[in-house]
């Protein structure tokens, strides 16, 4: 079993910068995937970005490239998202999960575990 926790969310103007973290409890943090998933009400949920087990292989949705980071610290069990140059397409509830993948699945179904999510705001 796999605990994560995010936190960071808030409202931002455009144009400003974020950092969501997601701290992970349970089993070792270093042997999984990590990745984030964002979802508006009424749509469907949608990758952002994710991150292998040594975070050397990284993988990013082409709305967030060059924008957004994921990063990990095994040592603290947690996982990173930089967002920076933000928009209004970017307010959404973001979510971390864990998967038992061996590569950064940009694919929900690969994910075991997952966080309550963390609303992010931005305003225009």
């Known amino acids: 079993q796999v605990q994560l926790v995010e936190s960071g969310g808030g409202l931002v103007q455009a144009g400003d910068s974020l950092r969501l973290s997601c701290a992970a409890f349970?089993?070792?943090?270093?042997?999984?995937?990590m990745g984030w998933f964002r979802q508006v009400p009424g749509k469907e949920g949608e990758f952002v970005a994710a991150?292998?087990?040594?975070?050397?292989?990284?993988r990013y949705a082409d709305s967030v490239k060059g924008r957004f980071a994921i990063s990990r610290d095994n040592a603290k069990n947690t996982v990173y998202l930089q967002m920076n140059s933000l928009t209004p397409g970017d307010t959404a509830v973001y979510y971390c999960?864990?998967?038992?993948?061996?590569?950064?699945?940009?694919?929900?179904?690969?994910?075991?575990?997952w966080g309550q999510g963390t609303q992010v705001t931005v305003s225009s």
């Open positions: 999960g864990a998967s038992n993948t061996i590569y950064a699945s940009s694919y929900y179904g690969d994910y075991n575990y």
């Open positions: 991150i292998n087990w040594s975070g050397h292989s990284t």
């Open positions: 349970g089993r070792t943090f270093s042997s999984v995937v």
